[in-house]
Every structure is written in C-alpha cells, then in structure tokens.
C-alpha cells in the first residue's frame, strides 16, 4: 500500500502532500520535515529507498499489532527520486516493491512533463489540480491503479484539468530548464525539472538526481 506521496523542492517547500493514512496534522507536519531532513541530506552514491522514521510507524493503528498481517500494513519504507529542483518521495508499507514505487514516480514525473509540455516547479504550484488529478489516475485509496503513461496522459486531459501556460512563460523550458523568473517564492531562480525523456536510462539503484 502507498501511504503518502510527497514533493518537496530543495529548500523543503511542499509541493504536493497527499496522505492515505489518516493522520493528525500535527504528525504529518513533523513527519514531512523529518523526511525532507533524510533524503536532502543523503549522499549522491546512496541508493534512493530507506526505512521510514519511527515517527509514523509508531502513529499508525496497525503498528500495535501482533500479527504479521498487520505488521505488512505498517508504513516502512521511503522511496525517493531527486528531478533537478524537486524530490518525488513514496511512503509505502514493506509490501510493496522499491523498484516498482521507482517506476511509478517515473511514470507520475513523465505524464506530468507531457501534460505541461516541459514541466517545471511553477507549473505545479499554479496547477495543483493538474497535479492532484494526474496523481488520481495512478493512485487510489493507497492502491496503484495505472501505471501506463499513455493512459494516464489520456485520462488527465479527458478531465479537462490540464492548464496551459501563458505564452510570454514558455520560452524557458527550452533545453531541460525552468522559466528562470523567482516570482518571490523561494524557487532558487526558478531553475525547472526538465530533461525528464532521457530518465529511463538512468541507473534505479544510484543516487537520488
């Protein structure tokens, strides 16, 4: 099961915060900072999965159980992947598999660049409901439902939530950069995600960027 999906920019902006736990917002605060904390900090040579922090292990209800059913419902693992100015950040419980939830935040980065032509963190801040609905057609309930880009692509668009970027905002995206315009928002310049089509040929057990 997928428990959370989150996307932080490089200064630990929240760019997306979905939860399928229920938890207290207390909780979910200190645990998007405590994750933020441990994948910014990790090595370039580190592999991008790691245990999750004992924080919402020990917040979920099925973490006071005995059995193994239910210890396998338990959140445990974070898998993370670093796109120039953003990470794209999995929690999910043990049974699900890294290398799958790796493919999966492919898929979601990939579907996203198509539907903004060019993607970068601008587009995500003003488009959340692109963001959210491209989100909805992979993942419901916790549960991974699609997993076919040209599906996913096909869906968002046929919910009519892709939002177009005015024209006098375009011309940065061209050669894997972002509009380059701060906008006061603390998007280190503005520097996008981009260069997203030649990812399928980076190594899934390397370093988070």
Known sequence: MINAVLVFNN?????????????ETSVQQRLIS????????????????????????KSS???????????????????YRHYATLYFILISTSTESPLALLDLIQV???????????VCELDLIFNFETLHATL??????????????????????????????????RGGG?????MGVGVGMGLGGGVGLGAFRGLGDMDWGGGGR
């Open 108 to 118: 979601f980065v990939e579907a996203l660049d198509r539907l903004f032509e060019n």
């Open 61 to 79: 209800p099925s973490s006071s159980s005995s059995t193994t059913t239910h210890n396998n419902d338990t959140p445990s693992l974070i898998t």
């Open 174 to 178: 061209v050669g894997g950069m972002g």
């Open 34 to 57: 405590e994750i933020f904390t441990l994948v910014s900090h990790r090595p370039a040579s580190a592999c991008n999965f790691l245990p999750l922090p004992p924080l919402l292990a």
């Open 136 to 169: 909805a057609e992979m993942i419901v309930g916790g549960v991974v439902v699609e997993t076919g880009l040209e599906r996913v692509v096909e869906g968002v668009r046929t919910q009519g939530k892709v939002a177009k970027r005015p024209v006098n905002e």
């Open 11 to 23: 200064s630990g902006q929240p760019r997306l915060t979905k939860f399928y736990t229920q938890l």
